[in-house]
């Protein structure tokens, strides 16, 4: 106590000194001490925003903060620009009222300065849906001393309910995994997560784990790994802790693990949110991840519909102008062949694809219902099961297109996509031919497949489309392998002169029959048009045409770069004012009889009968329009009138009054009577009703005309378009009728 008061002593004494200036001082310092800046909130606890609120709903999810800032002695502190921060956002952000740098109040801020307080201002707090506590910070620099002063406030971010788990997920990545020997991926990471029941991340359990995986049912030798609270644990149940709500689970198949899909089951206990002391409330959910081979067990073969041509060049540089500056009259289509195994995963990848592509024999372009169709083709085709026989009852192996023969290709279309009856998939193939033996039987180099997916082999009999054939007019990117996703890449690459020819292609890989163990080719395969670059072009003319009458239009299909495309059908739909009409025969909709031949064009016969004159040149009496695709073509039908005749004029007795009738007839160009025609009628001296009359199908108008007995006038008649008709009319008297007319 004694040495305490003596150097309080020395102290006093030594201010005393100094605030006197003893000693030779300046008479000491004096250090200004800075303002301060408070902050308090209507609330520091809010609820998650459960109902998406915007900050101007002024919700229960909001706070609203009231800034104040002072200088050391206490006064308000105006016109400092003072800045405001919240962290971390992913619990709540801020709001502020409308101002030169914030147009909208539902506007929401990580930070903001509030620029030339004056000495209180107002922020709000906005809680988002994630629980916890979120720092709002606000600060400024004290102009006198230029000091940074700040002061912080706490908000609390809670659900509203307890903390304890209410939902368990899960999710594989990948979702497919591979047997250990097949050489693919045999492991899947299992990513898990624990929710309570207001939707927030459950707690970090203490010296515990909070979450039991386990595989359902027999999975052979496949196990899961995790790390648990005591450390690294691997086997069919196992049990883990969240971090922050989120833990991690490893799948691995092993050899012996049954294909297919295998469940994986995992809870948690709503209870206590522990699962090391028993699990006496359980929430739990439950994935499946797919074992499989990686072989190759089904195929499919595509192409993109847009982008998936190229127009080739002579220097091989690939040109995005169409048309391309050197082009070599070849194009490009992408093709693309999707493998996948029995389990549906990908096929492994590095599995090889092969390709092919025939095109030839085929009707040519006039050979009606065969008219770009393969010629040796039918729909009773019968495979062997097993071995390399093939027959067709209605077969022209030696004769339709001009034969076959050896190192032809025969595809077969066993797919139900492709028409053929269920249970034929397996025998969906394209081998090469080794003999013809008659019209009907073939042989081919290498055995067709079993047909035994079921685990028996099953002949349906003659069932099946095929086609026989070669390739004249393209070819196709021999081989391929698949990617990561079991996709290989091809081009089938032909002329211009062959768009629209009818080509047959397929894709094919190697996988196994899983009854024999031997090899089974899978097969995918399409027939399509050998197309052309997008958009297309569809011209047709003469336009306009005559009408009632029979006239020949043709009609052309080119492509973007004008290339003509063959062997496409036509389809039109007449629309006709009146009367009848036809094309090819086919009523007033359909298709041409005929395909576009090798100039991209076919002639269609148009036939028309009682059709009105057209009225103006914008108003046709009819109209054709052929279409393909989303190209279309019209052709306009006109029926022009090329006269007006005096059909002449009798006399007639209307309600005891004498008077004249005339009859007034419209004709065509081709001398055909003309139906429609508007004719305007007036007369000097005398009455003329109507005024104006409409021909009917005999091309004729009738005028009544009236006036004093025994006078006369001329009537003038007048149709559009043509030369107007004048008559001399005389009025019959009363007794120019027998018996008299009149009263």
């Not at 999975?219 to 049990?239: C, K, W």
């Amino acid at each position: 106590m004694k040495f305490f008061g003596k150097t309080l002593g020395l102290m006093l004494a030594s201010l005393t000194l100094a605030s006197c200036g003893g000693g030779g001082g300046d008479g000491g310092t004096f250090t200004p001490q800075s303002g301060s800046i408070t902050i308090t909130a209507t609330t520091t606890s809010l609820p998650t925003n459960t109902g998406g609120w915007a900050p101007s709903d002024h919700a229960s999810n909001q706070a609203e903060l009231t800034i104040t800032t002072r200088n050391a002695d206490g006064s308000l502190l105006v016109g400092q620009d003072v800045s405001v921060s919240i962290a971390p956002v992913s619990v709540a952000a801020l709001s502020f009222p409308v101002s030169d740098d914030n147009d909208d109040f539902d506007n929401l801020y990580q930070s903001f300065v509030i620029k030339g307080t004056n000495g209180s201002t107002n922020a709000w707090v906005n809680a988002s849906t994630t629980a916890g506590t979120a720092t709002v910070t606000a600060s400024m620099i004290d102009p006198t001393t230029r000091r940074s002063i700040s002061k912080s406030i706490t908000i609390t971010v809670t659900s509203g309910v307890g903390t304890n788990p209410a939902s368990v997920s899960l999710a594989p990545s990948p979702a497919g995994v591979y047997l250990p020997d097949s050489g693919g991926n045999s492991a899947s990471v299992i990513a898990a997560v624990v929710l309570d029941g207001g939707g927030q991340f459950v707690p970090n359990p203490v010296n515990a784990d909070n979450l039991q995986a386990e595989i359902i049912g027999n999975a052979g030798d496949a196990v899961l790994s995790t790390n648990s609270n005591s450390g690294p644990v691997q086997g069919t149940s196992v049990a883990t802790h969240t971090v922050n709500g989120k833990a991690t689970i490893s799948f691995q198949a092993g050899n012996s693990t049954p294909q297919g899909p295998v469940q994986i089951k995992a809870t948690a206990d709503r209870a206590d949110n522990n699962v090391s002391n028993g699990i006496q409330d359980p929430v739990s959910f439950t994935v499946s991840v797919v074992v499989s081979d990686g072989k190759l067990f089904s195929i499919t073969i595509t192409s993109p519909d847009v982008n998936a041509i190229l127009a080739n060049t002579v220097s091989g540089d690939v040109s995005a102008d169409i048309p391309p500056p050197d082009p070599d009259g070849t194009y490009s289509l992408t093709v693309s062949a999707l493998g996948t195994d029995r389990q549906g995963n990908p096929v492994l990848p590095g599995t090889p694809i092969r390709f092919g592509s025939i095109d030839e024999p085929v009707g040519t372009f006039d050979a009606g219902a065969s008219a770009n169709r393969f010629l040796i083709a039918g729909g009773d085709g019968n495979p062997q099961e097993g071995g390399t026989g093939f027959t067709a009852p209605t077969g022209h192996f030696r004769t339709a297109g001009g034969g076959a023969g050896p190192g032809d290709a025969i595809i077969v279309f066993g797919k139900t996509q492709h028409g053929a009856p269920q249970g034929n998939e397996d025998l969906e193939s394209a081998l090469t031919v080794a003999r013809i033996n008659s019209e009907t039987s073939l042989n081919t180099t290498a055995p067709f497949n079993n047909n035994n997916t079921t685990g028996s082999s099953v002949d349906y009999g003659a069932v099946l489309d095929y086609i026989v054939g070669r390739s004249n007019h393209g070819n196709i990117t021999a081989g391929a392998l698949t990617n990561e996703i079991g996709v290989a890449h091809a081009t089938l690459n032909y002329t211009v002169e062959t768009l629209g020819h009818i080509v047959a292609m397929w894709a094919q890989g190697d996988g196994t029959d899983r009854v024999t163990g031997s090899s089974r080719r899978v097969t995918d395969a399409v027939q399509l048009l050998y197309p052309g670059i997008a958009p297309a072009q569809l011209v047709a003319f003469p336009s306009p045409i005559p009408g009632n009458t029979t006239t020949t239009v043709t009609v052309c299909l080119a492509d973007a770069l004008n290339s003509p495309i063959q062997g496409v059908h036509i389809g039109f739909q007449m629309n006709l004012g009146g009367g009848t009409g036809s094309v090819d025969g086919n009523g007033t909709s359909g298709t041409l009889d005929n395909t576009t031949g090798p100039d991209g064009c076919v002639d269609a016969a148009v036939v028309t009968s009682g059709m009105p004159v057209s009225t103006s040149p914008d108003a046709p009496s009819g109209k054709i329009t052929f279409s393909v695709g989303g190209a279309t073509a019209d052709v306009d039908i006109v029926v022009q009138l090329a006269f007006i005749s005096n059909g002449g004029v009798g006399r007639v007795c209307t309600n005891s009054t004498p008077g004249a009738r005339a009859t007034i007839k419209a004709f065509t160009t081709t001398g055909d009577p003309a139906a429609g025609v508007q004719i305007a009628a007036t007369c000097n001296g005398l009455t003329v009703d109507p005024s104006t009359a409409t021909t009917g199908a005999n091309g004729a108008a009738v005028f009544n005309i009236t006036g004093t007995p025994d006078s006369s006038g001329t009537c003038t008649f007048t149709a559009e378009g043509v030369a107007p008709l004048s008559i001399q009319v005389t009025i019959p008297g009363a007794d120019d009728f027998s018996p008299p007319c009149g009263p």
